[in-house]
């Protein structure tokens, strides 16, 4: 490895970095204003009432979300219809963190529990827009900025590995 590809990798992974960064803060803010919503099925609700106030689509998947056939086919027209309505993409690919910021329990109950809840589906989350203030917000242009550049480079749904703290 060469001096620069090395340099290069350094930067890409500080990049990185300042983007999971720009995403936690988005996700704070999102909570504290409660203008999150969490779940394939709310989120295609709210993307069909109201898809001109989002403004950010998270799709989170771990490995073994990979290979659920079912939610791939739900990511992939969650993404055609972002896509068609300039609406930004990012997908996560450690939920547990997710669940983390968004404050949501991600330990399973005993399965021999009777009426357990069922944990969160957290493989989509949507940020909404409910003032125009908000896009005054350095992280959510920060954000922004990175899908636009990733679209850039033919890159429509970054991914994003949320550092674990």
Not at 63 to 69: F, G, N, T
């Amino acid at each position: 490895m060469t001096l620069e590809e090395f340099s290069a990798g350094e930067q890409k992974t500080e990049r990185m970095d300042k983007v999971g960064d720009a995403l936690e803060e988005v996700l704070s803010k999102a909570l504290s204003q409660r203008t999150i919503t969490v779940g394939v099925y709310e989120a295609a609700k709210l993307l069909n009432v109201d898809p001109d106030n989002v403004v950010l689509c998270l799709l989170a998947a771990d490995e073994d979300d990979d290979r659920d056939v079912a939610l791939q086919i739900h990511f992939t027209l969650i993404q055609a219809f972002c896509c068609e309505n300039d609406i930004n993409i990012l997908r996560v690919s450690n939920p547990g963190r997710l669940a983390e910021l968004l404050l949501l329990e991600t330990d399973a109950s005993p399965a021999g529990s009777e009426g357990a809840e069922q944990p969160p589906d957290l493989h989509c989350v949507l940020v909404t827009n409910p003032h125009s203030s908000q896009w005054k917000d350095p992280a959510l242009s920060q954000l922004i900025c990175f899908c636009r550049e990733s679209r850039y480079m033919d890159q429509w749904v970054p991914v994003i590995n949320l550092p674990e703290r």
